[in-house]
């Protein structure tokens, strides 16, 4: 991940627009990455970016350079998404869904590259269950590789919450894996 000069963001606060269309370009793909795997919504997830980025050029002003700026970014895009869980608690997970998880699982070319609708159905399946919370401490741990000490910062959990919340998240990941016949050959 790319760590932004703090020239940039300097150059941001000053009105530049070019200096933020580099930031958009550089950080738009994790912004994504993340909003879809916590919506499991490819549109949704469109949404959140354009939002996430809205709330950054209107608040760059109050970013402080101290901090890194892929956390305060992430704490932006992670908020956003909740806001849109909390607001829709919808989207149970479609046969369709659990079908392609299952033909995930039992493929013997686990290396291929899945689609954006496949990451949908498959993070749709397996969140299933799991308190927004839960997601959001998996989604940052597990699929962007974010370490405790960031996923604290972000989400403004104490290390115990977030520990919690990533075992609570694995166990009930684990049993929906159970379930759908992985890890019984």
């Known amino acids: 991940m790319t760590q932004i000069d ?7 606060q000053e009105g530049d ?11 738009q793909q994790m912004v994504f990455s993340l909003a879809l795997k916590m919506l499991a919504d490819e549109e949704e997830a469109k949404d959140v970016v354009q939002e996430t980025f809205l709330r950054v050029w209107q608040g760059i002003q109050d970013y402080d350079l101290d901090k890194p700026f892929s956390t305060w970014l992430y704490a932006i ?3 956003l998404c909740l806001d849109q869980l909390k607001s829709a608690r919808r989207h149970h997970f479609a046969p369709c869904d659990e079908q392609a ?3 995930f699982v039992h493929d ?3 290396q291929r590259s899945l689609e954006n609708k496949e990451w949908v159905s498959i993070v749709r399946t397996l969140a299933e269950g799991l ?3 839960q997601r959001l401490v998996f989604t940052l741990c ?3 590789g974010l370490t405790s000490t960031e996923v604290e910062q972000i989400t403004g959990m104490n290390a115990l919450q977030v520990k919690t919340n990533l075992y609570l998240a694995r166990r009930t990941i684990r049993k ?3 379930a759908l016949g992985y890890g019984q050959d």
Do not use: G
């Open 77 to 79: 895009t992670s908020r």
């Open 176 to 178: 929906r894996l159970i």
């Open 6 to 12: 703090s020239h940039i963001v300097t150059r941001c």
């Open 131 to 133: 308190s927004t919370k």
């Open 101 to 103: 998880l299952r033909l």
């Open 17 to 27: 627009k070019d200096a933020f269309r580099w930031v958009v370009m550089t950080y």
């Open 108 to 110: 013997s070319d686990n």
């Open 142 to 144: 597990q699929l962007e």
